[in-house]
């Protein structure tokens, strides 16, 4: 079984790592338990939104950069159960973007799916809702 608050807590951990930070640091500056912190890194306990916010914001990183990573993890442990059990599932696709770029929906159009063409500066992407 896939457990989201321990891939969450892998990925807190790997942010703070990259940084060079420790626990103790990190805990300060997000006012939150030394112990707590490392329950959370471990996948032992839940972060609340609010918990989350407070280290994102002493990690200096974004909530969406973090969720989006736990989402990349998500996938790859999901495909990776789904060949385990034999069961055939799509591979998600989902264009990665530069938050440094513009970006811009040209359109959304269709039923019973959605069609939206993302165009970044040097590329366009489409990417089918189903």
């Given amino acids: 079984m896939i457990l989201l608050r321990r891939l969450l807590g892998d990925v807190l951990r790997r942010q703070r790592q990259r940084q060079g930070r420790t626990l103790r640091e990190v805990s300060s500056s997000a006012r939150v ?55 055939p599932v799509p591979a998600p696709v989902r264009p990665m973007l530069n938050p440094l770029n513009p970006v811009s929906v040209t359109s959304v159009t269709g039923v019973p799916t959605e069609r939206v063409t993302i165009k970044a500066p040097a590329e366009a992407v489409d990417v089918v809702a189903a």
Avoid: F, T
């Fill in 33 to 87: 338990s030394l112990g707590y912190l490392s329950e959370v890194e471990r996948g032992q306990k839940e972060a609340s939104s609010e918990l989350l916010s407070a280290i994102c914001d002493a990690l200096d990183v974004r909530m969406s950069e973090l969720m989006r990573e736990v989402s990349d993890e998500l996938s790859l442990a999901e495909l990776a159960e789904s060949a385990a059990a034999s069961e």
